[in-house]
């Protein structure tokens, strides 16, 4: 039985010529920004990864098949359908097999990343422990895909809308190393601090290409989180977005939100109640982790 993976022609040739390749996630792009910022965002993460020396490739499934790296056309797509499914490890199969559909979140891409041989994975933020997740039991996958799947994910730490300090325990359990960029703490995707220490840090990507490398040297399953802090010009003040986060918090709630709308629901909020800061801050985000992504993929060419 043959993958149901089909290459970009850029992807395919990448590998052949055995150069550097960052996977890009879609969840971002069909529940995490409104169009057509979407498909604007995801286009700038390309340009990025490929003006710091690597090859893009976007992951989606549509017609039976994970698109490893999509043509613009498909990107296009995918930003403007409305029928897209969330796509997690849980869901990742049936779609494939049903001929659907949808967009991968981090766990699926990682999955998809490492079916196809790519190691390093560039998004935004991963998804984690919710506040409130006592009661609601909301812990999402990505937590356990970082202990299952050997990818490096670049991100800005977990989204701050969750619960940092639980979602560094469960990594920690997990035995992900969570690995701080540039400075001591954990950063909180729109802000630089999230207060937290952060439980490693490594400022070089060639030192955290060999981390990923030595791991699978020992026989350590899994991946990295390397949190990498959105830009000082770009951020947030933590204090400035707490009153929000707690407000669309307490909006869900009421709502009665639950399972995959939580995240999505919680970000268009955000994006509501910051009049649109929200989303500038995670696009600059998003393009500074394809810059360290990149860096690291070329560091484990060898
Ligand atoms: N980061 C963003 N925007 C997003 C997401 C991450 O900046 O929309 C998505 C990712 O795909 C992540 C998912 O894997 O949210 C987490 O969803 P959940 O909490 O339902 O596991
Ligand atoms: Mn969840």
């Given at each position: 039985m ?19 390749i ?26 990025e ?49 049903t ?47 970082l ?39 954990f ?13 490693l ?9 060999a ?74 985000l ?17």
């Amino acid at each position: 039985m043959t993958l149901p993976l089909t290459l970009s022609p850029d992807v395919a040739k990448a590998r052949a010529d055995g150069t550097a390749i960052v996977a890009l996630e879609s969840t971002i792009i069909t529940h995490g920004m409104p169009y057509p910022q979407n498909v604007e965002t995801a286009r700038r993460v390309e340009a990025e990864v490929r003006a710091s020396g690597a090859t893009p490739a976007t992951i989606a499934v549509m017609d039976g098949t994970i698109h490893i790296g999509l043509t613009d056309a498909q990107l296009e797509t995918l930003a403007k359908a409305t029928n897209v499914a969330k796509l997690s490890r849980a869901d990742l199969a049936a779609c494939l097999a049903t001929g659907g559909i949808g967009a991968t979140t981090v766990a699926a891409t990682m999955i998809c990343a490492h079916l196809a041989g790519i190691a390093v994975f560039a998004t935004g933020g991963i998804g984690g422990v919710h506040k409130g997740a006592q009661e609601s039991f909301d812990i999402s996958a990505d937590l356990h895909e970082l202990a299952a799947t050997p990818v490096t994910v670049v991100a800005a730490g977990a989204k701050a809308i969750l619960d940092l300090p639980k979602t560094l325990e469960v990594l920690e359990t997990l035995g992900v190393p969570v690995i701080a960029h540039g400075q001591p703490a954990f950063p909180a995707f729109w802000s630089r601090d999230s207060g937290l220490a952060a439980p490693l840090r490594l400022d070089d990507p060639a030192q955290i290409a060999a981390a990923h490398a030595m791991r699978a040297r020992l026989g350590l399953p899994g991946g990295q989180l390397v949190a990498n802090p959105i830009p000082v010009e770009a951020e947030i003040p933590a204090a400035t977005l707490a009153p929000l986060i707690a407000q669309a918090q307490a909006e869900a709630d009421a709502h009665g939100i639950t399972g995959k709308g939580v995240t999505p629901f919680l970000l268009q909020r955000l994006f509501e109640l910051t009049e649109g800061n929200s989303l500038s801050a995670n696009i600059a985000l998003v393009l500074n982790n394809a810059r360290v992504a990149a860096r690291i993929a070329q560091h484990l060419l060898g």
